[in-house]
């Protein structure tokens, strides 16, 4: 039974472990939606001066008044919507009395509409007030494809590099506009996302499963009468 052991025991901890990560996985991801929901609901507060008070922003909903700097926009790979691919255009908001410039997400493009040229309607040139959810820009995933800044097509959001292309520092944050109504039809604001995909449990029971039938394959093995 030596190898048998030697085999049997570390596999079963390790589909324990997967186990048991899954089910954090899946308390994670539904807090998470729970926060959003209560983000959502909130009544937006002023965005924070401090640049302290603006790393600490996490799911708040907030309002910012600003001029959009449309000829710096960046342009963010997204997920198919309707089977259309596009990009989310983030747009730097400089704030009312001279403070960091501030990434908004105002929406989706399909690759058509990437150039701004190519939306129809003159871009927003006035001060206006942007209300929408305060993050902190989701992290780099492993095997996720590099950034291009020459082709302005980004895959995460680097606020490094995109403010040494602007040559001026970024608030650490990026906010995700809500909805308003667009005369040019694009960029389309969505509300930041509730129903995610939480399948964790599912997984779970999985790794758990096939621990099981492995506990129950090296018992049956154990007691297997020898010859």
Same mark, same amino acid.
Do not use: C
């Given at each position: 039974m030596l190898?048998?052991t030697?085999?049997?025991?570390p596999?079963l901890a390790?589909l324990l472990? +997967?186990?048991f990560? =899954?089910?954090?996985?899946?308390e994670?991801?539904t807090? @998470? #939606?729970?926060t959003?929901e209560r983000a959502l609901?909130?009544?937006p507060?002023?965005?924070p001066?401090?640049t !302290?008070a603006?790393?600490a @922003?996490d799911?708040?909903?907030?309002a +910012?008044?600003g001029?959009f700097?449309?000829?710096h926009e960046f342009?963010?790979? !997204?997920?198919?919507?309707?089977?259309?691919?596009g990009?989310h255009?983030v747009?730097p908001?400089a704030?009312?009395? *001279?403070?960091?410039w501030v990434l908004?997400?105002?929406?989706f493009?399909?690759v058509e !509409?990437?150039? /701004?040229?190519?939306?129809? /309607?003159p871009?927003?040139?006035?001060?206006?007030?942007v209300v929408? #959810?305060?993050?902190?820009?989701p =992290?780099?995933?492993? &095997?996720?494809?590099a950034?291009?800044?020459?082709g302005?097509v980004?895959?995460?959001?680097? @606020?490094v590099?995109?403010?040494?292309l602007?040559?001026?520092? +970024?608030a650490?944050?990026? #906010?995700v506009a809500?909805p308003?109504p667009?005369a040019?039809?694009?960029?389309?604001?969505?509300?930041?996302a509730?129903?995610l995909?939480?399948p964790? @449990?599912g997984y779970?029971?999985?790794w &758990? *499963?096939l621990?099981?039938a492995?506990?129950?394959?090296? #018992?049956?093995?154990?007691?297997r009468p020898?010859r």
């Open positions: 190898w048998p030697l085999v049997a025991v596999t390790v472990g +997967l186990g990560w =899954q089910l954090a996985r899946g994670w991801k807090a @998470l #939606i729970a959003r609901a909130a009544t507060v002023p965005f001066t401090e !302290a603006v790393a @922003l799911h708040v909903r907030v +910012l008044a001029t700097r449309h000829e342009h963010l790979i !997204a997920p198919p919507k309707t089977g259309r691919n990009f255009v747009t908001l704030p009312e009395g *001279g403070a960091a908004v997400d105002r929406g493009v399909p !509409a990437k150039a /701004a040229q190519s939306r129809g /309607a871009q927003i040139a006035e001060p206006v007030t929408g #959810i305060a993050r902190r820009p =992290q780099r995933r492993a &095997f996720m494809g950034n291009d800044p020459v302005n980004w895959m995460h959001v680097d @606020l590099a995109m403010a040494a602007l040559g001026r520092p +970024l650490p944050t990026l #906010i809500e308003t667009n040019r039809g694009w960029p389309r604001a969505e509300p930041l509730t129903d995909a939480n964790h @449990l779970a029971l999985t &758990f *499963g621990a099981a492995l506990a129950v394959i090296y #018992i049956l093995l154990f007691r020898s």
